[in-house]
Protein backbone atom coordinates (compact mmCIF):
# COMPACT_ATOMS: atom_id res chain seq x y z
CA UNK A 1 0.00 0.00 0.00
CA UNK A 2 3.03 2.34 0.95
CA UNK A 3 4.49 1.74 -2.64
CA UNK A 4 0.94 2.35 -4.33
CA UNK A 5 0.19 5.88 -2.43
CA UNK A 6 4.17 7.18 -3.27
CA UNK A 7 3.58 6.12 -7.36
CA UNK A 8 0.36 7.64 -7.06
CA UNK A 9 -1.94 4.97 -7.52
CA UNK A 10 -3.64 5.17 -4.88
CA UNK A 11 -3.78 8.75 -2.90
CA UNK A 12 -0.83 10.00 -0.46
CA UNK A 13 -0.76 8.69 2.70
CA UNK A 14 0.18 11.27 5.40
CA UNK A 15 2.04 8.90 7.28
CA UNK A 16 3.05 4.97 7.04
CA UNK A 17 3.27 3.44 10.83
CA UNK A 18 5.51 0.39 11.75
CA UNK A 19 5.03 -1.38 14.88
CA UNK A 20 8.02 -2.56 16.15
CA UNK A 21 7.99 -5.59 18.46
CA UNK A 22 11.60 -6.05 19.13
CA UNK A 23 12.11 -9.31 18.00
CA UNK A 24 11.55 -9.65 13.93
CA UNK A 25 13.70 -10.94 11.28
CA UNK A 26 16.59 -8.96 10.52
CA UNK A 27 15.68 -8.99 6.78
CA UNK A 28 12.29 -7.69 7.63
CA UNK A 29 14.34 -4.36 9.56
CA UNK A 30 16.66 -4.30 6.35
CA UNK A 31 13.52 -4.19 4.01
CA UNK A 32 12.06 -1.68 5.86
CA UNK A 33 14.93 0.45 5.76
CA UNK A 34 14.83 0.04 1.75
CA UNK A 35 11.20 0.99 2.00
CA UNK A 36 12.19 4.37 3.90
CA UNK A 37 15.13 4.82 1.40
CA UNK A 38 13.35 3.99 -1.85
CA UNK A 39 9.38 4.15 -1.44
CA UNK A 40 8.63 6.88 1.25
CA UNK A 41 11.61 9.36 1.44
CA UNK A 42 10.97 10.23 -2.32
CA UNK A 43 7.40 10.69 -1.97
CA UNK A 44 8.06 12.56 1.46
CA UNK A 45 5.68 9.91 3.56
CA UNK A 46 7.58 9.70 7.01
CA UNK A 47 8.00 6.00 8.20
CA UNK A 48 7.03 5.92 12.02
CA UNK A 49 8.25 3.41 14.34
CA UNK A 50 6.24 2.66 17.30
CA UNK A 51 6.99 -0.25 19.84
CA UNK A 52 5.66 -1.07 23.62
CA UNK A 53 8.87 -2.82 24.20
CA UNK A 54 10.86 -6.26 23.35
CA UNK A 55 8.51 -9.22 23.36
CA UNK A 56 11.04 -11.62 23.96
CA UNK A 57 13.12 -10.06 26.32
CA UNK A 58 9.71 -9.08 27.77
CA UNK A 59 8.89 -13.15 28.05
CA UNK A 60 11.78 -13.66 30.04
CA UNK A 61 12.10 -11.02 32.54
CA UNK A 62 10.27 -11.56 35.82
CA UNK A 63 9.92 -8.46 36.73
CA UNK A 64 7.84 -7.12 33.15
CA UNK A 65 4.65 -7.60 32.81
CA UNK A 66 4.01 -9.96 29.72
CA UNK A 67 0.93 -9.79 27.51
CA UNK A 68 1.09 -13.67 26.56
CA UNK A 69 2.07 -15.29 23.15
CA UNK A 70 -0.16 -17.87 21.77
CA UNK A 71 2.38 -20.85 23.38
CA UNK A 72 1.45 -24.53 22.39
CA UNK A 73 0.55 -26.36 26.15
CA UNK A 74 1.07 -29.81 26.93
CA UNK A 75 -0.70 -30.50 29.73
CA UNK A 76 -0.11 -33.03 32.86
CA UNK A 77 -2.54 -35.03 32.04
CA UNK A 78 -1.30 -35.53 28.25
CA UNK A 79 -4.04 -32.69 27.34
CA UNK A 80 -3.33 -29.90 24.78
CA UNK A 81 -3.98 -26.40 24.82
CA UNK A 82 -2.82 -23.20 23.73
CA UNK A 83 -2.21 -20.09 25.99
CA UNK A 84 -3.93 -16.77 24.93
CA UNK A 85 -3.16 -14.45 21.99
CA UNK A 86 -2.71 -10.80 23.79
CA UNK A 87 1.01 -9.97 21.71
CA UNK A 88 -1.08 -8.24 19.07
CA UNK A 89 -3.27 -5.94 20.96
CA UNK A 90 0.14 -4.83 23.43
CA UNK A 91 2.94 -4.63 20.46
CA UNK A 92 1.10 -3.76 17.28
CA UNK A 93 -2.56 -2.24 18.47
CA UNK A 94 -1.58 -0.47 21.18
CA UNK A 95 1.36 1.45 19.82
CA UNK A 96 -0.32 2.59 17.03
CA UNK A 97 -3.24 3.77 18.81
CA UNK A 98 -1.00 6.00 20.85
CA UNK A 99 0.95 7.45 17.65
CA UNK A 100 -1.89 8.56 16.02
CA UNK A 101 -3.93 10.05 19.11
CA UNK A 102 0.08 12.09 19.31
CA UNK A 103 -0.53 12.78 15.46
CA UNK A 104 -4.49 13.99 15.95
CA UNK A 105 -2.96 16.08 18.96
CA UNK A 106 -4.97 14.42 22.07
CA UNK A 107 -2.54 11.92 23.54
CA UNK A 108 -3.87 9.57 26.13
CA UNK A 109 -5.87 9.94 28.37
CA UNK A 110 -7.73 13.44 26.12
CA UNK A 111 -10.67 12.59 25.34
CA UNK A 112 -11.10 13.14 21.18
CA UNK A 113 -14.09 14.92 19.99
CA UNK A 114 -16.60 13.85 17.84
CA UNK A 115 -15.54 13.95 14.55
CA UNK A 116 -12.00 14.10 14.61
CA UNK A 117 -10.43 11.20 13.13
CA UNK A 118 -7.64 9.42 10.69
CA UNK A 119 -8.43 7.36 8.14
CA UNK A 120 -6.15 3.96 8.17
CA UNK A 121 -5.53 1.76 5.89
CA UNK A 122 -5.10 -2.09 6.74
CA UNK A 123 -3.53 -4.01 3.66
CA UNK A 124 -5.91 -6.94 3.73
CA UNK A 125 -6.40 -8.89 0.04
CA UNK A 126 -9.66 -10.47 -1.24
CA UNK A 127 -8.31 -13.31 -0.21
CA UNK A 128 -9.31 -12.71 3.27
CA UNK A 129 -12.01 -10.14 2.81
CA UNK A 130 -13.90 -12.10 5.81
CA UNK A 131 -10.98 -10.45 8.32
CA UNK A 132 -12.08 -6.58 7.15
CA UNK A 133 -13.50 -4.78 9.76
CA UNK A 134 -14.09 -1.88 11.54
CA UNK A 135 -12.36 -0.10 13.63
CA UNK A 136 -13.08 -0.14 17.19
CA UNK A 137 -12.38 3.29 18.26
CA UNK A 138 -14.50 6.17 16.76
CA UNK A 139 -10.95 8.41 16.11
CA UNK A 140 -9.73 5.34 13.36
CA UNK A 141 -11.83 4.92 10.37
CA UNK A 142 -10.47 1.59 8.55
CA UNK A 143 -9.97 1.16 5.06
CA UNK A 144 -9.18 -1.35 3.04
CA UNK A 145 -7.76 -0.54 -0.42
CA UNK A 146 -6.65 -3.81 -1.53
CA UNK A 147 -9.91 -4.84 -1.38
CA UNK A 148 -11.38 -1.82 -3.28
CA UNK A 149 -8.93 -2.85 -6.21
CA UNK A 150 -9.78 -6.28 -5.95
CA UNK A 151 -6.31 -7.44 -5.31
CA UNK A 152 -5.89 -10.99 -4.47
CA UNK A 153 -2.54 -11.60 -2.54
CA UNK A 154 -1.19 -13.09 -6.10
CA UNK A 155 -2.02 -9.55 -7.72
CA UNK A 156 0.15 -7.92 -4.31
CA UNK A 157 2.93 -10.48 -4.64
CA UNK A 158 3.25 -9.63 -8.47
CA UNK A 159 3.30 -5.96 -8.19
CA UNK A 160 6.13 -6.03 -5.88
CA UNK A 161 7.71 -8.03 -8.10
CA UNK A 162 7.20 -5.69 -10.59
CA UNK A 163 8.45 -2.99 -9.14
CA UNK A 164 11.85 -4.73 -8.05
CA UNK A 165 10.47 -5.38 -3.78
CA UNK A 166 10.37 -9.53 -4.96
CA UNK A 167 12.35 -10.20 -1.86
CA UNK A 168 9.76 -8.63 0.55
CA UNK A 169 10.13 -10.46 3.62
CA UNK A 170 6.65 -11.40 5.84
CA UNK A 171 6.55 -9.69 8.81
CA UNK A 172 5.94 -11.15 12.60
CA UNK A 173 8.03 -12.16 15.54
CA UNK A 174 10.69 -14.17 15.36
CA UNK A 175 9.67 -16.82 17.34
CA UNK A 176 5.95 -16.62 16.26
CA UNK A 177 3.95 -19.65 17.49
CA UNK A 178 1.64 -19.25 14.51
CA UNK A 179 4.70 -19.81 12.17
CA UNK A 180 3.67 -22.64 9.77
CA UNK A 181 6.43 -25.26 8.60
CA UNK A 182 7.75 -23.51 5.91
CA UNK A 183 8.64 -20.35 8.20
CA UNK A 184 10.52 -22.73 10.62
CA UNK A 185 12.21 -24.10 7.66
CA UNK A 186 13.45 -20.82 6.22
CA UNK A 187 14.82 -19.60 9.35
CA UNK A 188 16.83 -22.90 10.06
CA UNK A 189 18.50 -22.76 6.94
CA UNK A 190 18.76 -19.07 6.15
CA UNK A 191 20.14 -18.00 9.36
CA UNK A 192 21.61 -20.53 11.89
CA UNK A 193 22.08 -17.38 14.45
CA UNK A 194 18.35 -16.78 14.24
CA UNK A 195 17.66 -20.26 14.33
CA UNK A 196 19.30 -20.74 17.68
CA UNK A 197 17.91 -17.65 19.23
CA UNK A 198 14.68 -19.33 18.51
CA UNK A 199 15.87 -22.91 19.37
CA UNK A 200 16.94 -21.35 23.04
CA UNK A 201 13.86 -19.12 23.55
CA UNK A 202 11.68 -22.21 22.92
CA UNK A 203 13.81 -24.07 26.12
CA UNK A 204 13.57 -21.19 28.06
CA UNK A 205 9.70 -20.60 27.78
CA UNK A 206 8.98 -24.30 28.49
CA UNK A 207 7.69 -23.22 32.37
CA UNK A 208 5.67 -20.34 30.80
CA UNK A 209 6.34 -16.68 31.26
CA UNK A 210 8.95 -15.13 33.57
CA UNK A 211 6.69 -12.82 35.05
CA UNK A 212 3.50 -15.42 35.73
CA UNK A 213 6.18 -17.74 37.23
CA UNK A 214 7.68 -15.14 39.88
CA UNK A 215 4.18 -14.37 41.11
CA UNK A 216 3.17 -17.74 41.82
CA UNK A 217 1.43 -18.71 38.79
CA UNK A 218 3.26 -21.32 37.61
CA UNK A 219 2.18 -23.46 34.93
CA UNK A 220 1.31 -26.82 35.46
CA UNK A 221 2.30 -28.45 31.99
CA UNK A 222 4.75 -27.37 29.17
CA UNK A 223 4.93 -24.64 26.97
CA UNK A 224 6.09 -24.76 23.28
CA UNK A 225 6.35 -22.76 20.21
CA UNK A 226 5.69 -25.36 17.45
CA UNK A 227 2.31 -27.24 17.42
CA UNK A 228 3.72 -30.39 17.69
CA UNK A 229 4.14 -29.50 21.50
CA UNK A 230 8.48 -30.67 21.27
CA UNK A 231 11.33 -28.84 21.28
CA UNK A 232 11.89 -26.48 18.54
CA UNK A 233 15.18 -28.36 17.24
CA UNK A 234 12.99 -31.73 17.23
CA UNK A 235 9.82 -30.68 15.64
CA UNK A 236 8.78 -32.39 12.69
CA UNK A 237 9.39 -29.05 10.78
CA UNK A 238 10.33 -30.76 7.62
CA UNK A 239 6.87 -32.29 7.19
CA UNK A 240 4.90 -30.24 4.33
CA UNK A 241 1.69 -30.07 5.08
CA UNK A 242 -1.59 -29.83 3.27
CA UNK A 243 -1.97 -26.24 3.46
CA UNK A 244 1.93 -25.52 2.57
CA UNK A 245 1.36 -28.16 -0.85
CA UNK A 246 -2.54 -25.33 -1.48
CA UNK A 247 -0.60 -22.41 -0.67
CA UNK A 248 2.44 -23.06 -2.98
CA UNK A 249 -0.10 -24.02 -6.07
CA UNK A 250 -2.13 -20.61 -5.11
CA UNK A 251 -5.19 -22.61 -3.98
CA UNK A 252 -7.08 -22.16 -1.19
CA UNK A 253 -7.05 -25.28 1.75
CA UNK A 254 -10.28 -26.17 2.23
CA UNK A 255 -11.99 -28.58 5.01
CA UNK A 256 -8.83 -30.18 7.60
CA UNK A 257 -6.67 -27.89 5.59
CA UNK A 258 -8.69 -24.88 6.71
CA UNK A 259 -8.65 -25.29 10.23
CA UNK A 260 -4.69 -26.19 10.32
CA UNK A 261 -4.33 -23.08 8.28
CA UNK A 262 -6.11 -20.79 10.99
CA UNK A 263 -3.88 -22.59 13.77
CA UNK A 264 -0.91 -20.97 11.84
CA UNK A 265 0.26 -22.97 9.13
CA UNK A 266 -0.19 -19.73 6.95
CA UNK A 267 2.67 -17.59 8.34
CA UNK A 268 2.30 -13.39 8.61
CA UNK A 269 1.18 -11.13 11.09
CA UNK A 270 -0.18 -7.51 11.23
CA UNK A 271 -2.10 -5.32 13.63
CA UNK A 272 -5.58 -5.84 12.29
CA UNK A 273 -5.06 -9.18 10.18
CA UNK A 274 -2.88 -11.52 12.23
CA UNK A 275 -3.24 -14.70 10.27
CA UNK A 276 -3.54 -16.53 13.43
CA UNK A 277 -6.74 -15.52 14.54
CA UNK A 278 -7.91 -19.27 16.26
CA UNK A 279 -7.02 -18.97 20.03
CA UNK A 280 -8.67 -20.91 23.05
CA UNK A 281 -9.04 -18.27 25.25
CA UNK A 282 -6.68 -19.83 27.92
CA UNK A 283 -4.29 -18.04 30.11
CA UNK A 284 -1.56 -19.16 31.80
CA UNK A 285 -3.48 -18.66 34.70
CA UNK A 286 -5.89 -21.34 33.38
CA UNK A 287 -3.26 -24.42 33.18
CA UNK A 288 -1.48 -22.99 36.53
CA UNK A 289 -4.59 -24.06 38.32
CA UNK A 290 -3.37 -22.32 41.48
CA UNK A 291 -5.01 -19.73 44.19
Avoid at 62 to 71: E, I, Q, V
Avoid at 161 to 179: N, Y
Avoid at 249 to 275: F, N, T
Wanted: proline share 7%.
Amino acid sequence: MLALSAKGILPKVDYAIFADTGWEPKAVYAHLDRLEREIATPAGIPILRVSSGNIRNDALDPDHRFASMPLYILNQDGKQGMTRRQCTGEYKIKPIKKKIRELLGYPYPQRIPNGIFVEQWVGISTDEFHRAKDADVRYMRNRHPLIDLNWSRTDATRYLDSIGLESTPKSSCLGCPFHGNAQWRNIRDTNPEEWQDVVEFDAAIRAGNARANASGNPLLGQAFLHRSRVPLDQAPIDHVTAAEWAARQHELPDSADADEAELGVVDGCSPWACRGEADTGLTQDDFGLTS
